[in-house]
């Protein structure tokens, strides 16, 4: 699992509710990445970050921000959630051993009702 | 920006026999193609990569393929078996020295029938 897990492992809340998701990592790895991962639409980056306080935008980033103060925590927020951020979250971190090289915490299914 | 496609959507084999999935990307600058397995309720896994400046390369029972001048790369699974029902997923990136998301394909339900 190459010391990644998130929090919490699922999540139903209602539509208009702030809800955070937390990824952790272990390793001291400086990328992360949050995906989401729909059917039919396979996995699409929301947000990224390259250090601490360093993020960007990815191809799905609207409705959703991040933070990142401290190496081992990567946090994504959705500020005021809605029905079409029903999905399963996946974190991931890049190996610096081995560029591009991207492993995959567990997920976190969330539901908004 | 990138875009990856995969065929077939699924892909039902017979225990023992080979399994074939393809994808397909738009951006020459990718260089770095990998693909991931998905067993139910878990993140996906990396089972093998390859980058531009190889052709093929093999692992075990596993092998990808790819060719640059044609934009296409392929799992090959060999002597197929039970354990390898899952969801496979292709991507690319290109490896420049930045953070490089992936840009996924959607994915392929491979069934191995007994």
């Known amino acids: 699992d190459a010391g990644i897990t998130q929090s919490p492992r699922h999540k139903v809340t209602e539509t208009g509710t702030p809800v955070t998701l937390r990824c952790h990592q272990t390793?001291?790895?400086?990328?992360m990445y949050w995906y989401r991962q729909d059917p039919g639409h396979g996995l699409r980056l929301i947000h990224y970050?390259?250090?601490?306080?360093?993020?960007d935008k990815g191809e799905v980033s609207d409705g959703y921000s991040v933070s990142r103060s401290k190496t081992e925590d990567f946090l994504l927020t959705l500020e005021s959630a809605t029905s079409s951020q029903t999905s399963v979250y996946f974190c991931a971190i890049r190996d610096p051993q081995f560029r591009n090289t991207q492993y995959f915490g567990p997920g976190t299914r969330l539901t908004v009702l | 920006g990138e875009n990856v496609e995969q065929h077939p959507s699924t892909l039902s084999v017979q225990e023992g026999d080979s399994a074939v999935i393809k994808c397909t990307y738009s951006?020459?600058?990718?260089?770095?193609f990998p693909w991931y397995k998905q067993e139910l309720g878990k993140g996906p896994q990396l089972i093998i990569d390859i980058r531009s400046n190889v052709g093929e390369k093999k692992d075990q029972r596993i092998a990808v393929t790819l060719n640059k001048t044609a934009k296409h790369f392929s799992l090959h699974i060999t002597e197929t078996q039970p354990e390898d029902s899952a969801v496979y997923f292709c991507?690319?990136?290109?490896?420049?020295?930045?953070?490089?998301?992936?840009?996924f394909g959607k994915g392929t339900h491979l069934i191995i029938q007994p």
């Open positions: 970050s390259y250090g601490v306080k360093d993020t």
């Open positions: 991507a690319a990136a290109y490896s420049g020295g930045g953070a490089d998301g992936l840009t």
């Open positions: 390793e001291n790895h400086r990328y």
């Open positions: 951006d020459s600058a990718s260089n770095y």
